[in-house]
Protein backbone atom coordinates (compact mmCIF):
# COMPACT_ATOMS: atom_id res chain seq x y z
CA UNK A 1 0.00 0.00 0.00
CA UNK A 2 2.92 2.05 0.47
CA UNK A 3 4.33 5.01 2.94
CA UNK A 4 1.50 6.21 5.34
CA UNK A 5 1.43 9.86 6.84
CA UNK A 6 -2.00 10.92 8.02
CA UNK A 7 -1.62 14.60 9.75
CA UNK A 8 -4.33 15.85 12.19
CA UNK A 9 -3.37 18.90 12.92
CA UNK A 10 -1.54 21.78 11.35
CA UNK A 11 0.20 23.07 14.18
CA UNK A 12 3.70 22.94 13.49
CA UNK A 13 6.53 21.92 16.99
CA UNK A 14 9.01 20.85 15.09
CA UNK A 15 11.73 21.91 17.28
CA UNK A 16 10.30 19.32 19.55
CA UNK A 17 12.06 15.95 19.39
CA UNK A 18 10.03 12.87 19.35
CA UNK A 19 11.19 9.66 20.77
CA UNK A 20 10.41 6.33 19.99
CA UNK A 21 11.14 3.18 21.26
CA UNK A 22 9.89 -0.35 22.10
CA UNK A 23 11.06 -3.94 22.35
CA UNK A 24 10.09 -6.98 20.43
CA UNK A 25 10.00 -10.48 21.99
CA UNK A 26 10.46 -13.41 19.36
CA UNK A 27 11.79 -10.77 16.95
CA UNK A 28 11.47 -11.90 13.03
CA UNK A 29 13.96 -9.73 11.50
CA UNK A 30 16.57 -7.78 13.25
CA UNK A 31 15.40 -4.38 12.67
CA UNK A 32 11.93 -2.04 12.57
CA UNK A 33 10.88 0.32 10.20
CA UNK A 34 9.18 3.55 10.81
CA UNK A 35 7.26 5.65 7.65
CA UNK A 36 7.91 9.23 8.78
CA UNK A 37 6.73 11.32 5.90
CA UNK A 38 5.75 10.44 2.16
CA UNK A 39 9.44 10.51 1.52
CA UNK A 40 11.30 9.26 4.19
CA UNK A 41 11.45 6.18 5.82
CA UNK A 42 13.14 5.20 9.29
CA UNK A 43 15.44 2.41 10.06
CA UNK A 44 16.11 0.91 13.61
CA UNK A 45 18.39 -1.73 14.46
CA UNK A 46 17.30 -4.07 17.94
CA UNK A 47 19.48 -4.84 19.89
CA UNK A 48 20.22 -8.57 21.81
CA UNK A 49 17.41 -7.67 23.84
CA UNK A 50 15.40 -6.94 20.94
CA UNK A 51 15.03 -2.81 21.58
CA UNK A 52 14.97 -0.10 19.39
CA UNK A 53 15.02 3.81 19.81
CA UNK A 54 13.69 6.16 17.51
CA UNK A 55 14.95 10.34 17.87
CA UNK A 56 12.39 12.12 15.43
CA UNK A 57 12.17 15.13 14.04
CA UNK A 58 8.07 15.79 13.47
CA UNK A 59 6.55 18.17 11.53
CA UNK A 60 2.68 17.82 13.12
CA UNK A 61 0.54 15.24 15.00
CA UNK A 62 -0.69 11.98 12.72
CA UNK A 63 -0.63 8.82 11.87
CA UNK A 64 2.17 7.11 10.99
CA UNK A 65 3.08 3.28 10.04
CA UNK A 66 4.90 1.24 12.46
CA UNK A 67 6.03 -2.02 10.69
CA UNK A 68 8.27 -5.42 12.10
CA UNK A 69 8.56 -7.33 8.86
CA UNK A 70 5.95 -8.88 7.63
CA UNK A 71 3.53 -7.22 10.58
CA UNK A 72 2.61 -3.60 10.86
CA UNK A 73 0.31 -1.40 12.81
CA UNK A 74 -0.18 2.35 12.90
CA UNK A 75 0.59 4.81 15.50
CA UNK A 76 -0.14 8.08 16.75
CA UNK A 77 2.40 10.80 17.11
CA UNK A 78 2.16 13.84 17.84
CA UNK A 79 6.10 16.39 18.20
CA UNK A 80 7.49 16.06 21.58
CA UNK A 81 6.29 12.61 22.28
CA UNK A 82 8.32 9.99 24.19
CA UNK A 83 6.18 6.36 23.04
CA UNK A 84 7.01 3.00 24.17
CA UNK A 85 5.58 -0.56 23.12
CA UNK A 86 5.98 -4.21 23.39
CA UNK A 87 4.67 -7.09 21.29
CA UNK A 88 5.58 -10.53 20.88
CA UNK A 89 5.73 -11.43 16.81
CA UNK A 90 4.05 -15.12 17.79
CA UNK A 91 0.70 -13.10 18.60
CA UNK A 92 1.71 -9.24 17.07
CA UNK A 93 -1.59 -7.54 18.10
CA UNK A 94 -2.81 -9.01 20.12
CA UNK A 95 0.36 -8.86 22.71
CA UNK A 96 1.00 -5.46 21.40
CA UNK A 97 0.89 -2.05 24.26
CA UNK A 98 2.13 0.79 24.71
CA UNK A 99 3.14 3.13 27.60
CA UNK A 100 4.10 6.76 27.59
CA UNK A 101 3.46 9.69 26.24
CA UNK A 102 -0.07 9.44 23.84
CA UNK A 103 -0.24 5.58 25.23
CA UNK A 104 -4.14 6.10 25.76
CA UNK A 105 -4.49 6.95 21.34
CA UNK A 106 -2.52 4.29 20.99
CA UNK A 107 -3.95 1.61 22.96
CA UNK A 108 -7.20 2.76 21.02
CA UNK A 109 -6.03 2.18 17.94
CA UNK A 110 -4.64 -0.81 18.72
CA UNK A 111 -8.22 -1.78 20.53
CA UNK A 112 -10.12 -0.56 17.27
CA UNK A 113 -8.72 -3.08 15.03
CA UNK A 114 -8.72 -5.80 17.34
CA UNK A 115 -12.45 -5.21 17.50
CA UNK A 116 -12.39 -4.94 13.65
CA UNK A 117 -10.83 -8.25 13.20
CA UNK A 118 -13.74 -10.07 16.01
CA UNK A 119 -16.02 -8.01 14.21
CA UNK A 120 -15.16 -9.86 10.72
CA UNK A 121 -15.60 -12.78 11.97
CA UNK A 122 -18.76 -11.90 13.75
CA UNK A 123 -20.02 -10.78 10.24
CA UNK A 124 -19.77 -14.36 9.09
CA UNK A 125 -22.32 -15.69 10.63
CA UNK A 126 -25.00 -12.28 10.55
CA UNK A 127 -25.95 -13.35 6.96
CA UNK A 128 -28.13 -15.46 8.28
CA UNK A 129 -30.06 -12.75 10.19
CA UNK A 130 -32.76 -10.84 8.91
CA UNK A 131 -31.76 -7.21 8.03
CA UNK A 132 -34.37 -5.71 10.43
CA UNK A 133 -32.13 -8.07 13.17
CA UNK A 134 -28.46 -7.51 11.49
CA UNK A 135 -29.15 -3.34 11.89
CA UNK A 136 -29.88 -3.74 15.16
CA UNK A 137 -26.39 -5.44 15.77
CA UNK A 138 -24.50 -2.98 13.60
CA UNK A 139 -26.29 0.06 14.82
CA UNK A 140 -24.91 -1.83 18.60
CA UNK A 141 -21.88 -2.35 17.69
CA UNK A 142 -21.04 0.81 16.23
CA UNK A 143 -22.98 2.65 18.80
CA UNK A 144 -20.41 1.28 21.50
CA UNK A 145 -17.46 1.96 19.54
CA UNK A 146 -18.52 5.81 19.03
CA UNK A 147 -19.10 5.88 22.51
CA UNK A 148 -15.55 4.45 23.65
CA UNK A 149 -14.10 7.13 21.68
CA UNK A 150 -15.97 10.23 23.40
CA UNK A 151 -15.48 8.34 27.13
CA UNK A 152 -11.60 8.16 26.12
CA UNK A 153 -11.67 11.53 24.82
CA UNK A 154 -12.77 13.17 27.11
CA UNK A 155 -10.94 11.20 30.13
CA UNK A 156 -7.88 11.50 28.13
CA UNK A 157 -8.50 15.00 26.72
CA UNK A 158 -7.59 13.68 23.00
CA UNK A 159 -6.67 16.64 20.05
CA UNK A 160 -9.61 17.46 18.11
CA UNK A 161 -7.66 15.99 14.96
CA UNK A 162 -7.78 12.50 16.46
CA UNK A 163 -11.05 12.37 17.51
CA UNK A 164 -12.29 13.55 14.38
CA UNK A 165 -9.87 10.74 12.87
CA UNK A 166 -11.24 7.69 14.79
CA UNK A 167 -14.75 9.05 14.47
CA UNK A 168 -14.19 8.60 10.41
CA UNK A 169 -12.59 5.29 10.58
CA UNK A 170 -15.27 4.11 12.85
CA UNK A 171 -17.41 5.41 10.19
CA UNK A 172 -15.50 3.00 7.33
CA UNK A 173 -15.71 0.07 9.19
CA UNK A 174 -19.22 0.66 10.22
CA UNK A 175 -20.24 1.26 6.14
CA UNK A 176 -17.82 -2.04 5.60
CA UNK A 177 -19.92 -3.92 8.02
CA UNK A 178 -22.80 -3.43 5.79
CA UNK A 179 -21.41 -3.82 2.76
CA UNK A 180 -20.00 -7.33 3.91
CA UNK A 181 -23.29 -7.87 5.50
CA UNK A 182 -24.67 -7.53 1.51
CA UNK A 183 -22.07 -9.63 0.20
CA UNK A 184 -23.05 -12.53 2.15
CA UNK A 185 -26.54 -12.38 1.13
CA UNK A 186 -25.72 -12.02 -2.35
CA UNK A 187 -23.73 -15.82 -2.23
CA UNK A 188 -25.44 -17.25 0.52
CA UNK A 189 -29.17 -15.87 1.07
CA UNK A 190 -30.68 -14.32 -1.78
CA UNK A 191 -34.26 -14.70 -0.37
CA UNK A 192 -33.55 -11.94 2.78
CA UNK A 193 -32.39 -9.46 -0.60
CA UNK A 194 -35.86 -8.34 -0.98
CA UNK A 195 -36.08 -7.71 3.21
CA UNK A 196 -33.78 -5.11 2.83
CA UNK A 197 -35.24 -1.71 3.54
CA UNK A 198 -35.29 1.34 1.24
CA UNK A 199 -32.61 3.29 3.17
CA UNK A 200 -30.19 0.65 3.61
CA UNK A 201 -27.70 1.87 1.20
CA UNK A 202 -27.83 5.73 2.17
CA UNK A 203 -24.70 5.87 3.62
CA UNK A 204 -23.74 5.21 -0.17
CA UNK A 205 -24.42 8.61 -0.94
CA UNK A 206 -22.06 10.11 1.45
CA UNK A 207 -18.81 8.09 0.72
CA UNK A 208 -15.76 10.21 0.83
CA UNK A 209 -14.02 7.91 -1.76
CA UNK A 210 -11.07 10.45 -1.50
CA UNK A 211 -10.10 10.94 2.56
CA UNK A 212 -7.11 13.07 2.62
CA UNK A 213 -5.68 11.51 5.80
CA UNK A 214 -7.25 7.74 5.17
CA UNK A 215 -6.68 7.29 1.19
CA UNK A 216 -3.91 4.22 2.17
CA UNK A 217 -5.71 3.29 5.94
CA UNK A 218 -7.11 -0.43 5.50
CA UNK A 219 -10.18 0.27 6.79
CA UNK A 220 -10.90 2.74 3.53
CA UNK A 221 -8.85 0.14 1.07
CA UNK A 222 -11.13 -3.01 2.59
CA UNK A 223 -14.37 -0.83 2.38
CA UNK A 224 -13.66 0.32 -1.04
CA UNK A 225 -12.87 -3.21 -2.02
CA UNK A 226 -16.23 -5.15 -0.69
CA UNK A 227 -17.98 -1.84 -2.25
CA UNK A 228 -16.50 -2.26 -6.08
CA UNK A 229 -16.96 -6.05 -5.25
CA UNK A 230 -20.79 -5.61 -4.61
CA UNK A 231 -21.58 -3.25 -7.06
CA UNK A 232 -19.83 -6.08 -9.60
CA UNK A 233 -22.21 -8.76 -8.51
CA UNK A 234 -25.29 -6.43 -8.65
CA UNK A 235 -26.53 -6.60 -12.04
CA UNK A 236 -25.59 -10.25 -12.62
CA UNK A 237 -28.54 -12.05 -14.47
CA UNK A 238 -29.90 -15.51 -13.22
CA UNK A 239 -26.61 -17.39 -13.72
CA UNK A 240 -24.89 -15.61 -10.73
CA UNK A 241 -22.36 -18.08 -9.83
CA UNK A 242 -20.21 -17.03 -11.77
CA UNK A 243 -20.22 -13.48 -10.28
CA UNK A 244 -18.12 -15.04 -7.13
CA UNK A 245 -15.36 -16.49 -9.28
CA UNK A 246 -12.03 -14.33 -9.09
CA UNK A 247 -10.83 -15.60 -12.12
CA UNK A 248 -13.95 -14.57 -14.33
CA UNK A 249 -13.05 -12.19 -17.38
CA UNK A 250 -15.78 -10.87 -17.68
CA UNK A 251 -16.10 -10.28 -13.60
CA UNK A 252 -12.72 -8.85 -13.63
CA UNK A 253 -13.31 -6.37 -16.33
CA UNK A 254 -16.53 -5.42 -14.63
CA UNK A 255 -14.51 -4.68 -11.46
CA UNK A 256 -11.85 -2.83 -13.45
CA UNK A 257 -14.60 -0.46 -14.94
CA UNK A 258 -15.99 0.20 -11.67
CA UNK A 259 -12.59 1.64 -10.36
CA UNK A 260 -12.40 3.85 -12.99
CA UNK A 261 -15.76 5.34 -12.60
CA UNK A 262 -15.08 5.89 -8.83
CA UNK A 263 -13.51 9.73 -7.59
CA UNK A 264 -10.40 7.78 -6.36
CA UNK A 265 -6.93 9.41 -6.03
CA UNK A 266 -4.28 7.90 -8.88
CA UNK A 267 -2.76 6.29 -6.21
CA UNK A 268 -5.70 4.01 -5.01
CA UNK A 269 -7.11 3.98 -8.79
CA UNK A 270 -3.68 2.14 -9.89
CA UNK A 271 -3.63 0.04 -6.29
CA UNK A 272 -7.43 -1.83 -7.28
CA UNK A 273 -6.26 -2.19 -11.09
CA UNK A 274 -3.26 -3.91 -9.66
CA UNK A 275 -5.13 -5.98 -7.33
CA UNK A 276 -7.78 -7.49 -9.85
CA UNK A 277 -5.07 -8.03 -12.74
CA UNK A 278 -2.36 -9.81 -9.93
CA UNK A 279 -5.47 -12.20 -9.09
CA UNK A 280 -6.58 -12.74 -12.27
CA UNK A 281 -3.00 -13.62 -13.64
CA UNK A 282 -2.10 -16.16 -10.78
CA UNK A 283 -5.42 -18.13 -11.32
CA UNK A 284 -5.11 -18.60 -15.21
CA UNK A 285 -5.28 -21.56 -16.38
CA UNK A 286 -4.44 -20.77 -19.81
CA UNK A 287 -2.53 -18.74 -22.36
CA UNK A 288 -5.20 -16.56 -23.37
CA UNK A 289 -6.95 -15.89 -20.28
CA UNK A 290 -2.88 -14.27 -19.42
CA UNK A 291 -3.13 -12.41 -22.90
CA UNK A 292 -7.33 -11.30 -22.31
CA UNK A 293 -5.85 -9.88 -18.58
CA UNK A 294 -3.09 -7.79 -20.12
CA UNK A 295 -5.21 -6.10 -23.18
CA UNK A 296 -7.85 -5.54 -20.55
CA UNK A 297 -5.62 -3.33 -17.89
CA UNK A 298 -3.91 -1.76 -21.21
CA UNK A 299 -7.12 -0.61 -22.28
CA UNK A 300 -7.81 0.86 -19.22
CA UNK A 301 -4.87 2.27 -17.77
CA UNK A 302 -2.99 5.57 -19.14
CA UNK A 303 0.62 4.50 -17.51
CA UNK A 304 1.19 1.24 -18.28
CA UNK A 305 4.60 1.46 -16.09
CA UNK A 306 2.62 0.70 -13.14
CA UNK A 307 1.78 -2.81 -14.09
CA UNK A 308 5.12 -4.31 -14.55
CA UNK A 309 4.80 -6.46 -11.52
CA UNK A 310 2.03 -8.00 -13.83
CA UNK A 311 3.94 -8.38 -16.27
CA UNK A 312 6.61 -10.53 -14.98
CA UNK A 313 4.16 -12.55 -12.84
CA UNK A 314 2.52 -13.26 -16.11
CA UNK A 315 5.74 -15.08 -17.22
CA UNK A 316 5.84 -16.66 -14.50
CA UNK A 317 2.23 -17.84 -14.85
CA UNK A 318 2.96 -18.98 -17.89
CA UNK A 319 4.98 -21.99 -16.23
CA UNK A 320 1.82 -22.47 -14.55
CA UNK A 321 -0.28 -23.47 -17.34
CA UNK A 322 -1.55 -27.20 -16.70
CA UNK A 323 0.14 -29.47 -19.27
CA UNK A 324 3.53 -27.87 -18.55
CA UNK A 325 6.01 -29.12 -16.60
CA UNK A 326 7.18 -28.34 -13.56
CA UNK A 327 10.80 -26.20 -13.97
CA UNK A 328 13.37 -28.02 -11.79
CA UNK A 329 15.36 -25.31 -9.54
CA UNK A 330 17.66 -26.40 -6.63
CA UNK A 331 16.00 -27.21 -3.35
CA UNK A 332 17.22 -27.20 0.03
CA UNK A 333 17.05 -30.18 2.46
CA UNK A 334 16.74 -29.85 6.11
CA UNK A 335 20.02 -31.10 6.60
CA UNK A 336 20.71 -28.12 4.10
CA UNK A 337 21.35 -30.82 1.29
CA UNK A 338 20.47 -29.70 -2.36
CA UNK A 339 18.11 -31.84 -4.37
CA UNK A 340 15.47 -30.81 -6.95
CA UNK A 341 11.88 -32.08 -8.00
CA UNK A 342 12.84 -34.92 -10.33
CA UNK A 343 15.09 -36.04 -7.16
CA UNK A 344 12.23 -36.20 -5.23
CA UNK A 345 8.60 -36.84 -6.77
CA UNK A 346 7.70 -40.08 -7.49
CA UNK A 347 4.19 -39.80 -7.47
CA UNK A 348 0.88 -37.40 -7.46
CA UNK A 349 2.16 -34.86 -5.35
CA UNK A 350 0.69 -31.31 -4.07
CA UNK A 351 3.32 -28.35 -3.92
CA UNK A 352 2.14 -25.83 -1.52
CA UNK A 353 4.25 -22.99 -0.55
CA UNK A 354 5.21 -20.98 2.66
CA UNK A 355 7.05 -18.55 4.35
CA UNK A 356 8.49 -18.08 7.65
CA UNK A 357 7.50 -14.48 7.96
CA UNK A 358 4.03 -14.76 8.42
CA UNK A 359 3.18 -17.08 11.03
CA UNK A 360 -0.78 -17.17 11.34
CA UNK A 361 -0.18 -18.03 7.27
CA UNK A 362 1.82 -21.01 7.45
CA UNK A 363 0.55 -22.34 10.78
CA UNK A 364 -2.83 -22.86 8.99
CA UNK A 365 -1.58 -23.73 6.00
CA UNK A 366 0.29 -26.43 7.94
CA UNK A 367 -2.86 -27.53 9.98
CA UNK A 368 -4.66 -28.01 6.49
CA UNK A 369 -2.07 -30.29 4.91
CA UNK A 370 -2.07 -32.49 8.03
CA UNK A 371 -5.87 -33.00 7.81
CA UNK A 372 -5.26 -33.91 3.73
CA UNK A 373 -2.67 -36.49 4.60
CA UNK A 374 -4.74 -38.84 6.84
CA UNK A 375 -7.51 -38.44 3.27
CA UNK A 376 -4.99 -38.65 0.30
CA UNK A 377 -2.32 -41.12 1.91
CA UNK A 378 -1.27 -42.43 -1.41
CA UNK A 379 -0.49 -38.78 -2.79
CA UNK A 380 2.82 -36.72 -1.52
CA UNK A 381 2.39 -32.70 -0.03
CA UNK A 382 5.48 -31.21 -0.47
CA UNK A 383 6.07 -27.73 1.64
CA UNK A 384 8.09 -25.27 -0.13
CA UNK A 385 9.00 -22.64 2.00
CA UNK A 386 9.88 -19.28 -0.46
CA UNK A 387 12.07 -17.13 1.54
CA UNK A 388 16.06 -16.82 1.88
CA UNK A 389 16.58 -17.48 5.11
CA UNK A 390 17.92 -20.92 5.86
CA UNK A 391 18.13 -21.03 9.36
CA UNK A 392 15.10 -18.69 9.84
CA UNK A 393 13.40 -21.18 7.73
CA UNK A 394 14.75 -24.57 9.92
CA UNK A 395 14.30 -22.56 13.48
CA UNK A 396 10.74 -21.60 12.25
CA UNK A 397 9.95 -25.57 11.51
CA UNK A 398 11.88 -26.74 14.93
CA UNK A 399 9.57 -23.89 16.59
CA UNK A 400 6.50 -25.15 15.51
CA UNK A 401 7.34 -28.74 15.44
CA UNK A 402 6.53 -28.83 11.44
CA UNK A 403 7.24 -32.48 10.28
CA UNK A 404 10.97 -31.95 8.44
CA UNK A 405 9.47 -35.04 5.83
CA UNK A 406 8.89 -33.50 2.33
CA UNK A 407 9.70 -29.95 3.40
CA UNK A 408 12.08 -28.04 1.11
CA UNK A 409 13.49 -24.35 0.87
CA UNK A 410 13.44 -23.04 -2.77
CA UNK A 411 17.45 -22.28 -3.83
CA UNK A 412 18.59 -19.76 -5.57
CA UNK A 413 16.68 -18.49 -8.82
CA UNK A 414 16.79 -16.72 -11.40
CA UNK A 415 14.00 -13.99 -10.82
CA UNK A 416 12.96 -12.08 -8.12
CA UNK A 417 12.00 -13.60 -4.94
CA UNK A 418 9.27 -11.49 -3.69
CA UNK A 419 7.19 -12.24 -6.56
CA UNK A 420 7.01 -15.78 -5.45
CA UNK A 421 5.27 -14.37 -2.51
CA UNK A 422 2.10 -13.72 -4.31
CA UNK A 423 1.41 -17.00 -4.85
CA UNK A 424 1.13 -18.32 -0.88
CA UNK A 425 -2.25 -19.42 -1.44
CA UNK A 426 -1.42 -21.14 -4.37
CA UNK A 427 -0.62 -25.04 -4.95
CA UNK A 428 0.12 -26.98 -7.73
CA UNK A 429 -0.68 -30.64 -8.24
CA UNK A 430 1.36 -32.57 -10.36
CA UNK A 431 1.56 -36.04 -10.98
CA UNK A 432 4.77 -38.23 -10.73
CA UNK A 433 6.63 -36.90 -13.85
CA UNK A 434 6.00 -33.43 -12.74
CA UNK A 435 3.81 -32.61 -15.00
CA UNK A 436 0.99 -30.01 -14.18
CA UNK A 437 -2.43 -31.10 -13.34
CA UNK A 438 -3.61 -28.34 -12.01
CA UNK A 439 -3.11 -24.71 -10.55
CA UNK A 440 -6.13 -23.20 -9.42
CA UNK A 441 -6.38 -24.90 -6.33
CA UNK A 442 -6.21 -23.02 -2.97
CA UNK A 443 -5.83 -25.09 0.50
CA UNK A 444 -8.36 -22.40 1.86
CA UNK A 445 -10.84 -23.77 -0.49
CA UNK A 446 -13.59 -25.57 1.15
CA UNK A 447 -14.41 -27.76 -1.80
CA UNK A 448 -10.53 -28.30 -1.66
CA UNK A 449 -11.07 -32.21 -1.13
CA UNK A 450 -13.81 -32.81 -3.61
CA UNK A 451 -11.35 -31.15 -6.25
CA UNK A 452 -8.40 -32.62 -5.31
CA UNK A 453 -10.15 -36.25 -5.26
CA UNK A 454 -12.03 -35.63 -8.95
CA UNK A 455 -8.12 -34.42 -10.54
CA UNK A 456 -6.95 -37.58 -9.07
CA UNK A 457 -9.79 -40.04 -10.23
CA UNK A 458 -9.36 -38.39 -14.09
CA UNK A 459 -5.10 -38.28 -14.09
CA UNK A 460 -4.66 -41.59 -11.88
Known amino acids: MGILILSCQPENKKN???????EIVNPIKDYVVLETTSKKTDTAFLTDKGEFYFSLDLDSAGLYRFSHYPEQQNIYLTPGDSLKLRLNTIE?????QFSGTRAAENNLLINLFLVDEHNDDLILTLYKKTPEEFEKISDSLSKQQFDRLTTLSQKHDFDPGFTRLISDLIQYETDYFKERYFYL?????????AMLPNDFFDYRDNINFNHPRLNKHLSITRFIDTYIQNKSIEDCDASYTQCFEHNNFDMLKRKIEIVRSLPLPQETTNYFLRKFGLKAIILANDTNHITSVLNLLDSMSNDRNNFEKIDNLAKIQQGYIPGNYISNPNLITPQ???????????KTTLIYTWSSRYPEHHINQHTIINNLKTQ?????????????????WLDVMERYNYDPTDEYQLGKINLDRKLLYYYLDKTLLIDQGSKIIRGD???KDPLIVNKLDNSKKIFD
Not at 16 to 22: E, I, P, Q, V, Y
Not at 92 to 96: A, P, Q, R, V
Not at 336 to 346: I, L, M, P, Q, S
Open 16 to 22: KTTSFSG
Open 92 to 96: FDETL
Open 185 to 193: LLKYNRSYL
Open 336 to 346: KDTTNFKETVY
Open 376 to 392: FEDMTFLGLNIDDDTDL
Open 441 to 443: LYL
